[in-house]
C-alpha cells in the first residue's frame, strides 16, 4: 500500500548548524510532496513543497530535493534557529488536493 | 478572510458512545478532507468530501463516517468508540484542482 518513511524521528542540531530529514515514498503515481512543521497543540503548517518535475527548491533557509526514480525526497534547513523547533512531516500525494500520505515525524531540537 | 474552523476543540467520551465532529472549511473551498493524528504519529486519511459526495477514503472502519453539507461543512461521525479512537481529528479544506489544502486546528477526542 501506501506508505513514506521517514528519518531520523529525533534530530538535535547545534543553533547556527544544518539539519536534514529524509523520506522515501511507495506509491509510484505521487506527483506532490509536501513538508509540514507542526508546533505543539496546533495545525499542520506548509513550509514548502515540490512537484515532481521539478528535483529542488529554496525558499530562504529551507530547501528540498526530490529524487523521482529512488523514490527519495530531503528536507534541509539551514542556519537553524530556536524558532525552528517543532515536529516536522513529510508526506506524498498524487495532486495538490488529493489525499495526503504523511511520513511518521521527525521531532526537530535546536539547542543553543 | 476566516480560515478553516472546527468544533469542539476538546471532547471527552466514554467507550461504546458516539462522537460528531464539525469542519467549517475556508471561504471558497469546496472539497472537505478528514485526517486522525494519533498522539506522536502524522496525520491518517480518513476520507474526503466533494459535492455532497465521498470522493476517496482511507482504511478506517465503518465506524467512521461522514457528510457534507450543500455550504460545504462537513461532519466526521464515530460510532462505537474505542480507546484507540483517542486522537486529534484534523479537517483540512481544498479547491480542486490543484489548490493546496489548509487545515484547521483540530478537535482533541479523548475517549476513556
Known amino acids: 500500500g501506501e506508505n513514506v518513511e521517514q528519518h531520523p524521528s529525533t534530530l538535535s542540531v547545534q543553533e547556527g548548524d544544518s539539519a536534514v530529514i529524509k523520506c522515501t515514498y511507495s506509491?509510484?503515481?505521487?506527483?506532490?510532496f509536501p513538508w509540514y512543521k507542526q508546533e505543539l497543540g496546533k495545525r499542520p503548517q506548509l513550509i514548502i513543497d515540490?512537484?515532481?518535475?521539478?528535483g529542488e527548491k529554496k525558499d530562504q533557509r529551507i530547501a528540498v530535493t526530490l529524487n523521482k526514480t529512488a523514490k527519495h525526497f530531503s528536507l534541509h534547513i539551514t542556519e537553524t534557529q530556536p524558532e525552528d523547533s517543532a515536529v516536522y512531516f513529510c508526506?506524498?500525494?498524487?495532486?495538490?488536493?488529493?489525499?495526503?500520505?504523511f511520513g511518521k515525524g521527525t521531532r526537530l531540537h535546536i539547542l543553543p | 478572510d476566516a480560515g478553516v474552523t472546527q468544533s469542539p476543540t476538546h471532547l471527552i467520551k466514554t467507550r461504546g458512545q458516539q462522537v460528531t465532529l464539525r469542519c467549517s472549511p475556508k471561504?471558497?473551498?469546496?472539497?472537505v478532507s478528514w485526517y486522525q493524528q494519533a498522539l506522536g504519529q502524522g496525520p491518517q486519511f480518513i476520507f474526503q468530501?466533494?459535492?455532497?459526495?465521498?470522493?476517496q477514503r482511507g482504511n478506517f472502519p465503518d465506524r467512521f463516517s461522514g457528510h457534507q453539507f450543500p455550504n460545504y461543512s462537513s461532519e466526521l461521525n464515530v460510532n462505537a468508540l474505542l480507546l484507540g479512537d483517542s486522537a486529534l481529528y484534523l479537517c483540512?479544506?481544498?479547491?480542486?484542482?490543484?489548490?493546496?489544502?489548509?487545515f484547521g486546528p483540530g478537535t482533541r477526542l479523548t475517549v476513556l
Open positions: 508526506a506524498a500525494s498524487r495532486n495538490r488536493d488529493d489525499k495526503i500520505i
Open positions: 506509491d509510484s503515481a505521487s506527483n506532490y
Open positions: 515540490i512537484r515532481s518535475n521539478v
Open positions: 471561504s471558497g473551498h469546496d472539497t
Open positions: 468530501y466533494y459535492e455532497e459526495e465521498e470522493r
Open positions: 483540512a479544506s481544498s479547491l480542486p484542482p490543484g489548490d493546496e489544502q489548509f
